[in-house]
């Protein structure tokens, strides 16, 4: 056949068209013939190999599985994690799921898809983590999307002064310019403060936080505070825009809300407070300054509102000066005439001891020309309050009360000077 007897057609085209898909091919099969041929371990090293090369990292696994039908699924065990030279490890993990479209490994991580991941007792090391991320070029300091999202079980973050022990995460997916949603539970640990939560998390823009920029947060669910002889549960809401930084977090503003019940052998408390602050962690302390407080609950919890400062870390710190309404309902009655008084009752409150609150603290109170200054300890005067008219008639109060003018009895005091001695 001649030449001038061929079809005719765009055969530059066809030819182009051929030429990519044996490009394609040639590109395809070795990685393809690898991991169908080799046994699992070799070709789990290699995909091993590739995922490292695309994250700058080091990955070491004891053990490999893999599936290659529809999405390529690697499960690795006793995996490590660290950077090239580092002596610490950023993670260790019993067990990792990874289900990577074949785009991902193509492309060798520029797009940054992953279909799923699990982690079975995962242990990260955050100050490593931390040296990582920032030797990552800005380009490649983002986060993956996670189509079918992300779990963790069993898991720990160490940090140098806490950690946060049987971490479990359920994340549906995460799109890093996306709304995400994510259920945490959890105990956080440091020093004497220990603390469970189980929250669910709401964040706007999760690849804001790693341009160190702010992403909105909510959080809402379960925490409990506890001690020697007496818990908290306590159910909480908080909202604010997030900020983080190497080894600290700022919400500024923030709205915080506590509904709790204080639970003793004696009886319990329910009671509800609303803070708005600034909110920043660092150096293991969580701080709230200056703070707006709002205080009700029980008929014999005092309702209140007052300004000041908090922090929760290895001690507990807390200023707060604010007025008191009305006497509440539940405690002993005034004695005349401070009863008949409708003044609002000025305090304040100073602490700053252990953590679960049972050290002595310091209150003022004042109404018109009254005034009481006293120290306590909490869970005492929760005792006391908790034992109602089967108690004692006085607070487990130790200072002094000054008032012009006392009714007791019928009988009228003058220029009173009460001292109280029941001594913290």
Not at 32 to 58: Q, S
Not at 189 to 194: E, G
Not at 273 to 298: C, H, I, K, N, Y
């Given at each position: 056949?001649?030449?001038?007897?061929?079809?005719?057609?765009?055969?530059?085209?066809?030819?182009?068209?051929?030429?990519?898909?044996?490009?394609?091919?040639?590109?395809?099969?070795?990685?393809?013939?690898?991991?169908?041929?080799?046994?699992?371990?070799?070709?789990?090293?290699?995909?091993?190999?590739?995922?490292?090369?695309?994250?700058?990292?080091?990955?070491?696994?004891?053990?490999?599985?893999?599936?290659?039908?529809?999405?390529?699924?690697?499960?690795?065990?006793?995996?490590?994690?660290?950077?090239?030279?580092?002596?610490?490890?950023?993670?260790?993990?019993?067990?990792?799921?990874?289900?990577?479209?074949?785009?991902?490994?193509?492309?060798?991580?520029?797009?940054?898809?992953?279909?799923?991941?699990?982690?079975?007792?995962?242990?990260?090391?955050?100050?490593?983590?931390?040296?990582?991320?920032?030797?990552r070029p800005p380009s490649a300091t983002r986060l993956p999307t996670l189509v079918d999202g992300l779990r963790v079980v069993d898991g720990r973050i160490d940090n140098d002064a806490w950690k946060i022990e049987a971490l479990a995460i359920d994340l549906p997916a995460l799109h890093p310019r996306q709304a995400l949603r994510l259920d945490v539970r959890?105990?956080?640990?440091?020093?004497?403060?220990?603390?469970?939560?189980?929250?669910?998390?709401?964040?706007?823009?999760?690849?804001?936080?790693?341009?160190?920029?702010?992403?909105?947060?909510?959080?809402?669910?379960?925490?409990?505070?506890?001690?020697?002889?007496?818990?908290?549960?306590?159910?909480?809401?908080?909202?604010?825009?997030?900020?983080?930084?190497?080894?600290?977090?700022?919400?500024?503003?923030?709205?915080?809300?506590?509904?709790?019940?204080?639970?003793?052998?004696?009886?319990?408390?329910?009671?509800?407070?609303?803070?708005?602050?600034?909110?920043?962690?660092?150096?293991?302390?969580?701080?709230?300054?200056?703070?707006?407080?709002?205080?009700?609950?029980?008929?014999?919890?005092?309702?209140?509102?007052?300004?000041?400062?908090?922090?929760?870390?290895?001690?507990?710190?807390?200023?707060?000066?604010?007025?008191?309404?009305?006497?509440?309902?539940?405690?002993?009655?005034?004695?005349?005439?401070?009863?008949?008084?409708?003044?609002?009752?000025?305090?304040?409150?100073?602490?700053?001891?252990?953590?679960?609150?049972?050290?002595?603290?310091?209150?003022?109170?004042?109404?018109?020309?009254?005034?009481?200054?006293?120290?306590?300890?909490?869970?005492?005067?929760?005792?006391?309050?908790?034992?109602?008219?089967?108690?004692?008639?006085?607070?487990?109060?130790?200072?002094?009360?000054?008032?012009?003018?006392?009714?007791?009895?019928?009988?009228?005091?003058?220029?009173?000077?009460?001292?109280?001695?029941?001594?913290?």
């Open positions: 056949m001649s030449a001038a007897a061929l079809p005719a057609g765009p055969r530059p085209r066809r030819w182009r068209r051929l030429a990519a898909l044996a490009i394609a091919l040639a590109l395809i099969l070795p990685v393809l013939l690898m991991v169908w041929l080799a046994p699992a371990p070799r070709a789990g090293r290699a995909l091993l190999a590739l995922a490292g090369h695309a994250l700058a990292l080091e990955l070491e696994a004891e053990g490999f599985d893999y599936r290659l039908r529809g999405t390529p699924q690697l499960e690795l065990r006793d995996l490590v994690a660290r950077e090239p030279g580092a002596p610490r490890a950023l993670l260790r993990a019993r067990r990792v799921l990874l289900a990577l479209p074949w785009r991902t490994l193509r492309t060798r991580g520029a797009d940054l898809t992953v279909q799923r991941i699990e982690l079975d007792a995962p242990v990260l090391d955050l100050p490593a983590l931390q040296h990582w991320l920032a030797g959890g105990r956080y640990v440091a020093d004497a403060l220990i603390l469970p939560a189980a929250l669910t998390l709401s964040l706007d823009t999760p690849q804001r936080l790693l341009e160190r920029q702010p992403a909105r947060l909510s959080a809402r669910g379960r925490l409990e505070f506890a001690g020697e002889g007496w818990r908290m549960p306590a159910q909480v809401f908080l909202a604010g825009p997030l900020r983080i930084g190497r080894d600290s977090a700022l919400m500024q503003p923030v709205r915080l809300g506590l509904a709790a019940r204080y639970q003793a052998t004696g009886g319990s408390t329910a009671f509800r407070l609303g803070l708005a602050a600034p909110m920043a962690f660092d150096q293991v302390t969580w701080r709230f300054a200056p703070a707006s407080v709002v205080l009700e609950g029980d008929p014999q919890v005092p309702r209140a509102n007052a300004r000041g400062s908090f922090s929760l870390g290895a001690r507990l710190r807390l200023q707060l000066a604010g007025e008191i309404a009305a006497w509440p309902a539940g405690l002993p009655a005034l004695p005349a005439p401070l009863a008949a008084s409708r003044s609002p009752l000025t305090f304040s409150l100073a602490y700053d001891g252990a953590p679960d609150a049972s050290g002595p603290a310091h209150l003022t109170l004042r109404r018109d020309a009254t005034a009481l200054e006293a120290g306590f300890r909490l869970p005492e005067m929760l005792t006391w309050l908790d034992a109602g008219a089967s108690g004692s008639p006085l607070p487990p109060l130790a200072g002094r009360l000054t008032t012009p003018h006392l009714v007791l009895d019928g009988v009228t005091l003058d220029g009173v000077q009460l001292q109280l001695d029941d001594a913290p």
